[in-house]
């Protein structure tokens, strides 16, 4: 399927009409054309990746990570939150990992995982037959069409909230990721890695705030069973791999918070068919 599980949900970039998907690749009716690329994903980029997006080590860096089993009690938390049926939107979606075990846990339901990372689509373009893969850059306009998601996950990426309000049907959910302050907190101090910025919480409360009403607010904490080279890759998956060699391991938690918000009616300047 694939390619085909974004059918009825994609936006051309360049003019915002509906695209019909077929296996290779999508068309408006205006003509504008995007091919499959040969691992299975949509380039709606519209131009070259920017400099900081996650690069091929990092992408692969990562995809051990997730296959470790690390990051499964988060996968398990937000499968919770997401009826069977639904039709998930993962935006910064990177390897399509987390979509795939949303999709695993949920039979009936499909999504589009969207990143700006080329390597990462490549990926994420074979990560489930009923997830389709799409390279576009979450600060901007999202391709994909107004009012067709039952909830949009960011899982430690970029919050264009507007454009998820925009994307959302009503009484849609968002689910957002974020790191607490623990979140691997022995590697950061050990290594002097980057810090979780302070009054994150508070931002995101603000951000949201004017489109979505909260849910729920939890935690999911988990010990990592790592060894030297799962903690070198923990680093390198991430924003630590622009700064420099590591050599550490330490025992290991990740501590992260799931925020769910509904979306509030009616939503400014968001039109839906």
């Not at 992408?59 to 919770?80: I, K, Y």
């Not at 990926?123 to 009923?130: F, I, L, N, S, T």
């Not at 923990?234 to 630590?240: E, K, Q, S, V, Y």
Request: net charge neutral; with cysteine.
């Amino acid at each position: 399927m694939t390619l085909a599980a974004a059918t009825g949900l994609l936006a051309c970039p360049l003019c915002a009409e509906p695209l019909a998907v077929e296996s290779a690749g999508a068309t408006c009716p205006h003509g504008h054309r995007f091919d499959t690329a040969r691992q299975g994903y949509l380039n709606l980029l519209g131009g070259p990746q920017p400099a900081n997006a996650d690069t091929a080590d990092m992408v692969a860096a990562r995809s051990r990570v997730l296959a470790s089993g690390a990051f499964d009690p988060l996968d398990e938390a937000l499968a919770r939150r997401i009826d069977d049926g639904a039709t998930v939107a993962d935006v910064g979606g990177g390897t399509g990992h987390h979509l795939a075990r949303l999709l695993d846990a949920h039979p009936a339901s499909r999504g589009v995982s969207l990143d700006v990372s080329v390597p990462a689509a490549k990926r994420a373009g074979r990560a489930h037959p009923r997830a389709a893969a799409v390279v576009a850059d979450a600060w901007g306009t999202l391709p994909l069409r107004s009012g067709r998601f039952d909830a949009v996950t960011c899982i430690f990426a970029p919050r264009n909230i507007a454009e998820f309000a925009r994307i959302l049907r009503p009484a849609g959910l968002l689910l957002v990721v974020t790191p607490d302050p623990e979140h691997l907190a022995s590697l950061r101090s050990r290594e002097g890695l980057l810090e979780i910025e302070a009054g994150k919480e508070h931002r995101l409360l603000r951000s949201v705030s004017g489109w979505f009403d909260a849910v729920a607010r939890h935690r999911v904490h988990a010990p990592i069973d790592a060894d030297a080279s799962l903690a070198h890759d923990l680093i390198a998956m991430g924003p630590n791999a622009f700064h420099g060699e590591h050599r550490t391991v330490a025992p290991l938690v990740t501590e992260v918070a799931v925020s769910v918000w509904v979306l509030r009616r009616p939503v400014p300047g968001a039109t839906h068919p």
